[in-house]
């Protein structure tokens, strides 16, 4: 809508329509197939992800840990391995 705002003369008419969108709650899928809450949906300010893989969303430190016994653990060893090879990779081709 920002963009929108910059680049259309009538930018006064998305003032009202940004911040309807800015009202909306954006919402992130927790990680944790075991997970309590509904569909599994929480608020993204509150979320965290895994710090090492950086893939895998959690709606709580709780779910995290639950997800890691369960075999986050060796999944996200092989994600963490798989994400270092290509930024090496990466720093490489720079």
Known sequence: VRYFQKHIPCSSCLDEKFKEVKSVKKL?????????IPDRMAERSGMAFCD????????SRKCQKVHWRA???????????????????????S
């Not at 992130?28 to 309590?36: A, D, E, R, V």
């Open 52 to 59: 090492r893989c950086k893939r895998v969303n959690y709606c």
């Open 28 to 36: 992130g899928w927790c990680g944790n197939p075991q997970c309590k």
């Open 71 to 93: 075999g986050h653990k060796e999944q996200c060893e092989e994600m963490r391995d798989i994400r270092k090879a290509y930024e090496k990779s990466s720093q490489k081709s």
